[in-house]
């Protein structure tokens, strides 16, 4: 049977699966807010061993902000899977924001000092690292604002067939 002629429920189908999809990606960037997001790692060749020191991401500022939008996009997601699907479209814009937040932590000049590089050969090697939990957060608001925006996607297509 053709999609236009299906009954309403399930053209929601696809509608809901973007909104349930959107509601997953949100709870994975609140759950990457509080992975290690940076970290400093001090090796020696000369005596063999390594340390290192990590920074989750709600330690800074930047992934306290990530945290909230993170919260705020699950709620949107879960709203849309309780509702109407095309609330969780809503969940882009703190997906937009927290993807910023992501950047700007990396690029943020005033950290500048945690990441100075020293190297003395063999010595001693100290050099500031981006860990996991940035990348899956990363990962995590640019999937949450690709489902967001596909839960419009089926509204669009039915608005045209109807015209």
Same mark, same amino acid.
């Given at each position: 049977? @053709?999609?236009?002629?299906? %009954? !309403?429920? *399930? #053209? #929601?189908?696809?509608?809901? /699966?973007? @909104?349930?999809?959107?509601?997953?990606? &949100?709870?994975?960037?609140?759950?990457?807010? +509080? =992975?290690?997001? *940076? !970290?400093?790692?001090?090796?020696?060749?000369?005596?063999?061993?390594?340390?290192?020191?990590?920074?989750?991401?709600?330690?800074?500022?930047?992934?306290?902000?990530?945290? +909230?939008?993170?919260?705020? *996009? =699950? *709620?949107?997601?879960?709203?849309?899977?309780?509702?109407? %699907?095309? +609330?969780?479209?809503?969940? @882009? =814009? %703190?997906?937009?924001? /927290?993807?910023?937040?992501?950047?700007?932590? $990396?690029?943020?000049?005033?950290? @500048?000092?945690?990441?100075?590089?020293?190297?003395?050969?063999? $010595?001693?090697?100290?050099?500031?690292?981006?860990?996991? !939990?940035?990348? /899956?957060?990363?990962?995590? &608001?640019?999937?949450?604002?690709?489902?967001?925006?596909?839960?419009?996607?089926? /509204? =669009?297509?039915? #608005?045209?067939?109807?015209?």
């Amino acid at each position: 049977m @053709a999609d236009y002629l299906s %009954p !309403g429920p *399930a #053209r #929601r189908r696809p509608r809901r /699966a973007h @909104a349930f999809a959107v509601t997953i990606a &949100a709870a994975l960037l609140v759950f990457c807010a +509080i =992975l290690p997001w *940076a !970290g400093v790692e001090a090796s020696s060749d000369l005596i063999g061993g390594a340390v290192s020191r990590d920074v989750r991401g709600t330690d800074d500022g930047f992934g306290v902000y990530t945290l +909230i939008a993170g919260m705020a *996009a =699950l *709620a949107f997601g879960l709203a849309g899977l309780i509702t109407r %699907p095309w +609330i969780a479209a809503l969940a @882009a =814009l %703190p997906g937009a924001l /927290a993807t910023l937040m992501l950047v700007l932590y $990396v690029t943020d000049p005033a950290g @500048a000092a945690d990441r100075v590089s020293v190297d003395l050969g063999r $010595v001693l090697s100290v050099e500031p690292v981006i860990r996991y !939990g940035w990348f /899956a957060a990363l990962a995590s &608001a640019l999937a949450l604002i690709v489902f967001a925006l596909l839960t419009l996607t089926p /509204a =669009l297509a039915s #608005r045209a067939d109807q015209s």
